[in-house]
């Protein structure tokens, strides 16, 4: 079982910038690929980015791909969403999730709301125009 925990969500203005954290515990954390999912009021869940367990591959969605920036710091079981540019249409809940990942999968195949074991409860961005 892993439980993850968000912080950082925050009332911010268009343009500007937010960083979430994401804390893990309970089981080894380089054990897992990390994800940051996203959504929105009516509409459904999302991928943003994910990144495998030694930080150096990533993935990100077309639509903040240059403006965020997800990372991770396995001292800490933690894992970073840097957010930049910020638009109204970014307004969410933002999620972090974790799928095991004894395979090794690449990320480009694990970034779908199916493809996740565990999800934290979500922090709240809102992006005012």
């Known amino acids: 079982q892993v439980q993850l925990v968000e912080s950082g969500g925050d009332l911010v203005q268009a343009g500007g910038s937010l960083r979430l954290s994401c804390v893990a515990s309970g089981r080894t954390f380089s054990r897992y690929l990390m994800a940051w999912f996203r959504q929105a009021p009516g509409k459904e869940r999302e991928f943003v980015a994910n990144v495998n367990w030694s930080g150096g591959r990533k993935y990100y969605a077309d639509s903040v791909k240059g403006r965020f920036t997800i990372s991770r710091d396995n001292t800490k079981s933690t894992v970073y969403l840097q957010m930049s540019s910020l638009k109204p249409e970014g307004t969410a809940a933002y999620y972090c999730?974790?799928?095991?990942?004894?395979?090794?999968?690449?990320?480009?195949?694990?970034?779908?709301?199916?493809?996740?074991?565990?999800w934290g409860k979500g922090t709240l961005v809102t992006v005012s125009s």
């Open positions: 999730a974790a799928k095991l990942d004894n395979s090794r999968v690449a990320p480009i195949f694990a970034a779908t709301v199916r493809d996740m074991d565990y």
